[in-house]
Every structure is written in C-alpha cells, then in structure tokens.
C-alpha cells in the first residue's frame, strides 16, 4: 500500500480551478519530486497533502488516513509522522535555532531535557549546524536557515519528510550541498521524502520518481529516465527551458495601431 | 435600493461572522488555557506567559502610571472648579476616588494595553502567519490557539487587574496631591475619605471590568493577526484594525456593564 495516495483531487479558489482532478500514489521510501513552473499547482497539492487545506473533492490518504474527511485528532496523529521544512524555513524567530528543533520533542515527547538537547545537538550536527544551536534564526543565512528547518522537520524522525523549495533562492554550491544533504538523510533515515522544486539540477539529482505538473494537472509522472525522455510539449518546454510567447506580437500591434488612429482623430 | 439592501445584509453578515470568530476563539482558547497554568500545564507555555506578562505589565507600568496621575489631576481639577462654586469642593475626594475606581483606572489601562499590547499581538500573529509560521505549527501538530493565544490571553487577564489597581492608586494620589496644594489637606485625612468614599463593591466592579477589557483585547487582537492575508503591508493593516477595534469595543463593552451595575445595584 502506497504511504500516500492522492485520488480525484480537484481544489478551486474563487471558483478558479487550481488542481484538477489529480491522483498520485507515493510508495514506501521512495523520493517523489513535483517539478512544475510557477503556478503549476505543486505547493497547493503540498498543502493538500500536509492537510492543511480542505478540497473540493477528492481525497488525501496518508498511511491509509483519508486527511481530507478525519477528525482534528486523527490529523494530528498523522502529522507526527510528518515533518516538514517549508520554503520560507519559517523558523520561529523568537526561539534559538537549538530550542526551534526542540520544539517537537518537547511538546510531543516525555524525554528527559538532557536526552532532548543530546538529540537536538545530533540533528543539527547531521545538517552541520551543530555550532549554530544558540544564535536566533535571523543570524543566519538563507542556506543555513533552511539546513536548520531540514533538523527541524527531521527531529521527531518522521516516516514522511517533505521538503517545499529547498533550494530556491540559494546559490549553486549551497543548493548542490542541500541536495547532498537531502539523500544522506533518506539513507540514514529511510524516509519517505516528497520534494517540491523547479529546479532541474536537483531534481535529477535527488528524486526516485518525478511528477511533472502543469496548470493543475499532471503531465508526466515517472522515473527520472522516463521523464527526460519524455515528447510531451509541456514537459520538452520545461526541460529545454524554451519561454513561452508571453508577448504577442500581433496584439501589440494591434494596440499600437488602435491608440495611433485615436491620437490622430 | 436593491444594492443598499444588498449592501446592508453584506455587512450585517460579515459583522456576525466576525463576532462569531471572536467568540470561538475565545472558546478554544478557554479550553486550552489550562495548560498554559503552572504545575499542571505546560511548562514552556507558561514560561511563554511570564515573559508575556512581563511586556503586558512590567514594561507597561511607567505608561499606565503616568497616564493615571495626569488624568487623576484633571479630573481633580475640572471637578474642583465646579464644585468650589457650591463650597463643596470637598466631594473632589469621592469624586476621584469613585471615579477612578469604578471607572477611569480599568479604562485608561486598557486603553494604554490595546495600544501596546494589543498592536504586538496581532502584529507578531501576523507576522507569523506570513512567514508560514503558523502553518508550520499546524503541520508539528501543535495548535496555534495553544502555543500563541492562550499565553497572551493568561497573561493579559492576570496583569490587566493589576495594572488597573495600580491606575487607581495612581489617580487617587494625584487627587491627594492636588487636594493638599489647592487645600492644604492633610495625606491622612484625604486617605480616610477615600476609604469612606469607596466601597467594596466599586473595587469588584472595576475588576470584572478589567477582566472583560483583558479580553476584549486579547481576543480581538489575535483574530486580527490571523486574518492577515497577504504580504507584509496586510500586517501593518491588522495591526491598526486591531488598536481601533479593541478600544472601540472596550468602550462599548465599559457602557454596557456600567449600566448593568446602575440598574442592578444602585435599584
């Protein structure tokens, strides 16, 4: 049985339609990329399966709970095997990096503060911020920010580990060491780990499997092989970095010509 | 008329909408506040609440203070130049020491707190949930009503009383003061008068005040933190929405248990 299963799952905002009728089945241990361009879609269906917005239709199982129809405790016990590391980082601020990884271990476990601070120091030791636990989150930089919220999302050793633009907005080397990092994990851990990118490099780098989304649907689900080897437009223009005719020459002429006659009249 | 008809019945829902949401917030929070207590709850979370208490309370004592002493002159003052022309001057004293108790203390101190405190509150839940924060909560399994309003919520209903008994004190003594330099009054005489002035219950009704106002402002600066939707800009928007609601409701909310207590007790 797949760890998480989306199916039939339509989400509208507005009457708009943002995903349309998705259905995707992440297996066991397996790193799932959701590739797409801006606006695809791929961090509202992250949402969708983190629970943390309801669809339209369709349904969210994750270890066999349909998140999209269960209580407020069931949703709760399935974010515990959940941990997450958002594009933003979003580190609480008003807590120290080391009190930040804490943070769950505290709240959700009866451990002894001494094993906590034992266990928080390896976390951040794993991502190689064991030197930085003290200082506050905006001392950092935008590399070590998300390396910390990796230690964050990894500090109750979740079975899912889901990962929103790791590397957006971060150098070559850095993204290129977040990558490295993100396989050591699912190694020494054996997570499951769901990466939201559209960046091709890490992609390919990190993912077992590779879903391409575009205006809410996918185009393209498969194996990193089977999706550089794809023919489909939408996936060859993604892959080939080919821009789309955003600027259409002809309405601009057209417009051109309209505003031209009316300043002569 | 179609339109205004439409109009109204838009607002009308909106305004119940957004009573609702207070009062189910405030009902969670209620819920969950008992961990936010020492011994039994949580330990972190009462941490949370001391440091807030502090910035409620300790950092807002010289502002609440000097705000009292100025009104308290005032008062004294206006009231004295009315009643000296009936040779009453005299009832200066009940007139501060009533008033301040009953009245002004608990609602200058929370004005001063939904200036302070309530503006922080939704500016820091608000900032929050722009950087995901509280989405990050929502997927650690924590709730965001536990971990960030019930601590504000403790913390203001515990140093709000305090603050407005300190406020008391405050205006009475520069009834005091201004009684012993336009009358010569004697300190001792003036605080036996106060004390035959005031009564038991002018204390307890000041306090419940203070402790709907403690509400009030917790609760409506928090939903306004949550509402923020949007980027940076919309945070600086709660916040004032914040200021101006709470202290509007604050007043509406001091006019109505003024009135409970005119009819209840006083008939």
């Known amino acids: ?202 992609a390919f780098r990190i993912a077992d499997r590779i879903a391409m989304l575009y205006k809410g649907r996918f185009r393209s689900v498969g194996s990193k092989d089977e999706i550089k080897a794809s023919q489909d437009p939408r996936v060859r223009q993604f892959l080939d970095r080919v821009p789309d005719n955003i600027a259409q020459t002809s309405a601009v002429s057209a417009y051109l010509e309209k505003y031209l006659q009316a300043q002569e009249a | 008329m179609a339109n205004v008809l439409e109009d109204v019945g838009r607002s009308t829902i909106n305004h119940l909408d957004y009573v609702g949401s207070v009062n189910i917030q405030w009902w969670s929070t209620l819920r969950a506040i008992g961990n936010t207590l020492p011994f039994v709850g949580n330990r972190y979370r009462w941490q949370e609440s001391v440091r807030q208490m502090l910035q409620i309370g300790v950092d807002a004592l010289p502002m609440v203070c000097l705000m009292a002493i100025c009104t308290g002159f005032i008062l004294a003052m206006q009231g004295a130049s009315e009643l000296r022309r009936f040779g009453a001057i005299h009832y200066v004293i009940e007139l501060v020491a009533v008033g301040f108790t009953r009245e002004l203390g608990p609602l200058l101190t929370a004005i001063a707190v939904s200036g302070r405190s309530g503006s922080a509150f939704a500016a820091e839940i608000g900032s929050m949930k722009v950087a995901e924060e509280l989405d990050s909560l929502k997927v650690m399994a924590l709730e965001p009503i536990e971990f960030v309003v019930a601590p504000k919520y403790l913390a203001a209903l515990i140093t709000v009383p305090c603050l407005s008994v300190l406020s008391n004190v405050c205006g009475i003594l520069a009834g005091g003061l201004f009684m012993f330099f336009s009358t010569h009054l004697s300190p001792s005489l003036y605080v036996r008068d106060v004390f035959e002035s005031i009564q038991l219950r002018d204390v307890i009704t000041g306090l419940i005040k203070s402790l709907a106002f403690a509400t009030i402002i917790a609760q409506v600066s928090c939903l306004e933190g949550f509402r923020v939707r949007g980027g940076p800009d919309s945070v600086g928007r709660s916040t004032t929405s914040a200021v101006v609601k709470s202290t509007f409701l604050v007043i509406v909310a001091d006019s109505v248990f003024t009135a409970i207590f005119y009819f209840t007790v006083n008939h």
């Open chain 1, 1 to 202: 049985m797949p760890i998480i299963s989306v199916r039939d799952l339509v989400v509208e905002y507005d009457g708009h339609r943002v995903l349309d009728n998705l259905s995707l089945d992440i297996e066991h241990g397996e790193t799932m990329v959701l590739l797409g361009g801006s606006g695809s879609g791929k961090s509202t269906l992250l949402r969708q399966i983190l629970g943390l917005e309801r669809p339209k239709s369709g349904s969210v199982f994750v270890k066999g709970v349909d998140i999209t129809q269960c209580s407020a405790a069931e949703l709760k016990k399935v974010r515990r095997s959940i941990g997450v590391a958002f594009q933003s980082a979003a580190l609480f601020n008003s807590l120290s990096v080391e009190d930040n990884v804490a943070l769950t271990l505290r709240e959700h476990t009866r451990l002894a503060p001494s094993i906590i601070e034992l266990m928080v120091w390896m976390k951040l030791a794993v991502v190689g911020l064991a030197e930085f636990g003290k200082l506050h989150p905006q001392e950092l930089s935008g590399g070590m920010k998300k390396r910390a919220a990796v230690a964050r999302a990894m500090a109750l050793s979740p079975e899912i580990l889901v990962l929103d633009e790791p590397s957006a907005g971060l150098d070559p080397i850095v993204a290129a060491e977040l990558d490295e990092l993100i396989l050591l994990l699912k190694e020494v851990f054996q997570a499951t780990v769901i990466v939201v990118t559209h960046e091709l490099p890490s």
